[in-house]
């Protein structure tokens, strides 16, 4: 099989990696987004060059798409990424495990809140991964399920199923297109469902998705904005905003605030409330 992994990452641009090297960089869909600024390895400007190297940077730092892929971190990158805010949820009892994707594991249930951080803190959407026998070993051996080991195919609402199985609900289940989400929420009403890597959107979708997902996060999408941010009952941030569209999704948030030490301002108004720079353009 061929080790091969699809990424889409920093604008939205898709990423191929094989054999341990980036052999194909695509075009960005967004000239500038604040978020990557603050990256380790930041993009200023979306070129070619400064992804492959932001991407490189990852694959040194953390071991990205090989075998020394590291699975547990305890630090936030940012106050309310996905993998945060469900590693808050972890630990404050809002649900038993996490069903997520790994490069080179595809859909795993986990249940440790620095599993979750160190899977998906640093990683972008993952397209399409192969097996990497050691980080899934690596995985198993801390305690996580992984949903095929053979051929780490990604199907969330396949993972929303084996954490059920498994007994571990409710589950916190990223997913990110409607269809996704609306399976597992027939399936399981009681998930906590993050919709996530939303840049380019359609407005039905984005529809879709604020009908059922409980935290959605805008990334570049204008439709995500339009749609989320007047129904939501809570905007997190405001550059890159998480829109809670439920009360669970509502707690969440709230309940990852009272673990920060970081000021924070709170604000009645209507939604969505704009405020310093967002990725350019909106799409």
Do not use: W
Request: hydrophobic share 45%; aromatic share 2%.
């Amino acid at each position: 099989m061929t080790d091969e992994h699809i990424i889409e990452a920093i604008g939205k641009t898709r990423i191929v990696v094989r054999d341990g090297r980036v052999v194909e960089v695509g075009k960005p869909l967004i000239r500038s987004c604040p978020l990557a600024e603050k990256f380790s390895c930041s993009v200023h400007e979306m070129t070619e060059e400064a992804i492959r190297e932001n991407i490189e940077e990852r694959m040194r730092a953390f071991g990205m798409c090989n075998p020394a892929r590291q699975v547990t971190d305890t630090s936030d990158f940012v106050l309310f990424g996905a993998s945060e805010l469900i590693s808050s949820a972890l630990r404050n009892g809002l649900v038993r495990s996490a069903v997520i994707v790994c490069d080179g594991v595809g859909t795993v249930v986990v249940t440790a809140p620095d599993q979750v951080q160190g899977i998906g803190g640093r990683v972008s959407g993952i397209v399409e991964t192969s097996p990497i026998p050691q980080v899934i070993g690596r995985i198993e051996g801390l305690g996580g399920r992984v949903l095929d080991p053979a051929t780490a195919r990604i199907d969330m609402p396949a993972g929303a199923a084996f954490a059920y199985d498994l007994s571990l609900s409710p589950a916190a289940v990223t997913v990110a297109t409607a269809d996704d989400a609306e399976t597992v929420r027939s399936a399981h009403p009681d998930a906590l469902i993050i919709a996530v890597h939303t840049t380019g959107v359609s407005a039905e979708e984005a529809r879709r998705l604020a009908a059922v997902a409980d935290l959605v996060t805008a990334c570049a999408s204008a439709a995500i904005r339009e749609e989320a941010g007047p129904r939501a009952l809570l905007q997190a941030g405001t550059a890159v905003p998480v829109f809670a569209m439920t009360p669970l999704g509502k707690r969440v948030v709230l309940t990852k605030l009272q673990e920060t030490d970081r000021q924070v301002l709170v604000s009645g108004k209507a939604l969505p409330a704009p405020g310093g720079r967002e990725p350019e353009p909106l799409i």
